[in-house]
């Protein structure tokens, strides 16, 4: 079973909707979303729902108020900060957790003398299985302000794994997260290949160096797609320059096309919606993207 990421190193160059052409050219895929804090592939697969989950990341704390004897304990050894003191009009002290700022480390349901500290699992977001016409289709949804998004993205990997094993697919497309920070590490450790899809511009070019770095840290064969290469083809170059430098592989260059965008706005991929310049150019790259993943053994 092989398991392609496309990843981006930043959001808006085009990863999307490159991976939704992938997705209308595979055969038998599994799809994983792992954009789990603003996810935008069922946008244009429009996935039908068959299953729903909680997901839970960590413990919150909660003070029991009939229980709390108001001694401060978890206000002082709190090193985030999320318990809040007030005194009510008649001088009485109340304290409360503000569950935004608490990290769920336990500290004060450790430490509170009267065992006023509730803690329980937390509901952090959801996470679904999908069908849609391409094939089953693993996503999730972060709730507002939630941390552990690596730990949601793992368990969106593995359940697209556990498909892909049930029903006999060989193949996991993963629309990796934006940025680079934990998501993206859990979203690609363990991958049999890296697509980054960038684009000409100077944040492009500095987040790709990163890209090249992290996936060399963990020793995953990189490909490399510059998007809408044409809007600026001196920065192109100096990002296939970059590349070439790292040992990895422009894939492919993707002219700008008004067509993505009117693909968009009909929920569908570029190739299914015309044949137009960035559809053919995405169709050749496919080709690249199944040649080096047929080389790849892991
Ligand atoms: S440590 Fe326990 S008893 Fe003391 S203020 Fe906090 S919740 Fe209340
Ligand atoms: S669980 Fe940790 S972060 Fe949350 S309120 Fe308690 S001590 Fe603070």
Redesign the pocket.
């Known amino acids: 079973m092989k398991e392609l990421i496309v990843i981006s190193g930043k959001g808006g160059t085009g990863k999307t909707s490159v991976l939704s052409c992938f997705a209308a050219l595979a055969e038998n895929p599994v799809l994983a979303d792992c954009d789990v804090d603003a996810s935008d592939l069922h946008l244009i697969l429009s996935p039908e729902v068959i299953h729903s989950h909680d997901f839970s990341g960590g ?3 909660e003070i029991l108020p009939e229980k709390c004897t108001a001694c401060g304990t ?1 206000h002082e ?7 809040q003191h007030r005194k009510t009009a008649h001088g009485k002290s109340i304290f409360a ?2 569950p935004i ?9 450790h430490f509170c003398p009267a065992q006023a ?1 509730s ?1 329980k699992p937390a509901v952090n977001g959801q996470w679904f299985i999908s069908k849609t016409r391409f094939g089953p289709m693993v996503h999730a949804r972060l709730g507002v302000a939630e941390e552990n998004s690596g730990k949601l993205v793992s368990l969106v990997r593995q359940q697209a794994k556990k498909i892909a094993q049930d029903q006999g697919r060989e193949l996991i497309l993963v629309d990796g997260p934006p940025g680079m920070g934990c998501p993206v590490i859990a979203s690609i450790s363990g991958a049999s290949l890296v697509l980054a899809v960038t684009e000409p511009t100077l944040s492009g070019l500095h987040d790709l160096e990163r890209v090249i770095e992290l996936t060399r840290h963990f020793d995953i064969p990189l490909m490399v797609s510059v998007n809408k290469w044409d809007i600026n083809p001196s920065i192109a170059g100096r990002i296939e320059e970059q590349v070439s430098r790292a040992g990895a592989a422009v894939a492919s260059r993707i002219p700008y096309d008004p067509a993505v965008t009117r693909a968009q706005i009909q929920m569908q991929a570029v190739v299914e919606h015309a044949d137009t310049p960035a559809a053919q150019h995405i169709r050749k790259l496919w080709k690249e993207v199944l040649i080096s993943l047929s080389k790849n053994n892991s």
């Open positions: 413990n919150r704390a978890c050894l709190c090193r985030f900060d999320a318990v957790i503000d700022a608490c990290e769920g480390c336990g500290v004060c349901a500290v803690f």
